[in-house]
């Protein structure tokens, strides 16, 4: 677990995981101080994504990639509200 959680560099965690991991670029789009934000339009759902990260996780530049698994990825509509069936990314 190790290893998928704190990959050496996007080359190495390109190689490892099954299925291939993706990666999604993203940007940094505001700092909190104990966490950042990251912001990044999806063309597969037509949407935006916007992630919460724990800024000492992330390094202080303002371009990013992301990887995420399907399970941990959910989708609210404008209102902000949980949308059911839960639409998982491939």
């Not at 190495?12 to 995981?17: E, K, M, N, Q, T």
């Not at 670029?25 to 994504?49: A, F, I, K, M, R």
Request: hydrophobic residues 40%.
């Amino acid at each position: 677990m190790e290893l998928y959680r704190n990959t050496a560099n996007l080359f190495v965690a390109g190689f490892i995981g099954s299925p291939k991991m993706n990666f999604i670029p993203c940007e940094v789009v505001e700092w909190l101080g104990n966490e950042s934000l990251l912001y990044t339009e999806l063309d597969q759902l037509d949407e935006c994504l916007v992630v919460r990260l724990d800024s000492l996780n992330a390094s202080k530049t303002k371009e990013v990639h992301l990887w995420f698994e399907g399970k941990d990825c959910y989708v609210f509509d404008e209102k902000g509200i949980n949308c059911s069936p839960r639409r998982e990314l491939e």
